[in-house]
């Protein structure tokens, strides 16, 4: 299976600042389409996960530009600019290019 | 609006059987592939497997594979998810969802004697 690998752990952020969350592939997550399956999820305490970013870098629907996705082959981040309340929760990245398909195991973004 | 409603969840004995339903709304949901994902008690998320849009393939976690089998019922547009030979390991909260991009509330799976 691949390993997906999130650092940090967790993070303690004040509203307006800005964060970085890393996420680290066992494998190249490059398809043989050429495309790279790599996406980020937010779990909000006590709601579902939902899709921020996928396939690397492209925010879903409704999701503001204060969120990026960098990264190639192993290598990803996830970024914050200018925290609001409303984005705490556990940050996930998973991958859905290789079975079976796997999540990191979270980073918790909290007040501090 | 895009709804996943699941149901199905109880408390079941290690050994037994168990069928999750997934009744979904607001789409053509004969459409899309779907999936079903776990979260275990204070941690991460598990991918189970998924099913084509005509319930003809699938794919499955090695970890539940020959014990979990999905299936879709189109007409109703409802996605399964039969559970048999249930572990304590498999005690989680059950969530279908759309290739990740819409997920269901959940429903509470708990194995016990």
């Known amino acids: 299976d691949v390993v997906m690998t999130q650092t940090p752990p967790s993070l303690s952020v004040a509203i307006g600042q800005s964060v970085s969350i890393s996420c680290k592939s066992s494998?190249?997550?490059?398809?043989?389409?050429?495309?790279?399956?790599l996406h980020w999820l937010l779990q909000s305490p006590g709601r579902s996960p939902k899709r921020l970013i996928y396939q690397v870098s492209n925010l879903g629907s409704g999701v503001p530009d204060r969120f990026s996705g960098t990264g190639s082959q192993k290598d990803f981040t996830l970024k914050i600019s200018r925290v609001e309340a409303e984005d705490l929760g556990v940050y996930y990245c998973a991958q859905t290019t290789h079975f079976p398909y796997t999540f990191g195991a979270g980073t918790k973004l909290e007040l501090k | 609006e895009v709804q996943l409603v699941e149901s199905g969840g109880s408390l079941v004995q290690p050994g037994g059987s168990l069928k999750l339903s997934c009744v979904a709304s607001g789409f053509t949901f004969s459409n899309y592939w779907m999936d079903w994902v776990r979260q275990t008690p204070g941690k991460s998320l598990e991918w189970i497997g998924e099913?084509?849009?005509?319930?003809?393939?699938?794919n499955y976690a090695p970890s539940i594979k020959d014990r979990f089998t999905i299936s879709r019922d189109n007409a109703k547009s409802t996605l399964y998810l039969q559970m048999s030979n249930v572990k304590s390991d498999d005690t989680a909260i059950y969530y279908c969802?759309?290739?990740?991009?819409?997920w269901g509330q959940g429903t509470l799976v708990t194995v016990s004697s």
């Open positions: 099913i084509n849009t005509d319930g003809s393939k699938t």
């Open positions: 969802n759309i290739l990740f991009v819409y």
């Open positions: 494998q190249s997550l490059v398809y043989s389409d050429g495309k790279t399956y």
